[in-house]
Nanobody
Framework: QVHLAESGGDLVQPGGSLRLSCVAS????????MGWYRQAPGKERELVAT???????NYADSVKGRFTIFRENAKNIIYLQMDSLQPEDTAVYYC?????????WGQGTQVTVSS
């Protein structure tokens, strides 16, 4: 069973930066696709960014140029470097992994952007 553990959420002022981490455990091979999603209060969960084991990345338009996703393939760890944070980035950020037909989610980490 794949287990995902996120960390790094915090309260930050507008314009600030944070780095989220997600550690995947419970498997012996690389997870083909890992990524970050977020859910703000009263809104649906949405894609933030994904990264394949080939290092191909995909970003939501709202975060392009501000967020960077990267991974340590050998350890199934991904990161989300978030710069120029804005209040609209406030949400619970979830790590997601896909292997074959299975989708796994972490418990989430809270990011709050406020002055």
């Amino acid at each position: 069973q794949v287990h995902l553990a996120e960390s790094g959420g915090d309260l930050v002022q507008p314009g600030g930066s944070l780095r989220l981490s997600c550690v995947a455990s419970g498997m012996d091979s690389r997870l083909p696709i890992m990524g970050w999603y977020r859910q703000a209060p009263g809104k649906e969960r949405e894609l933030v960014a994904t990264i394949a084991s080939t290092m191909i990345t995909n970003y939501a338009d709202s975060v392009k140029g501000r967020f960077t996703i990267f991974r340590e393939n050998a350890k199934n760890i991904i990161y989300l470097q978030m710069d120029s944070l804005q209040p609209e980035d406030t949400a619970v950020y979830y790590c997601r992994a896909v292997r074959a037909t299975n989708i796994y989610w972490g418990q989430g980490t809270q990011v709050t952007v406020s002055s």
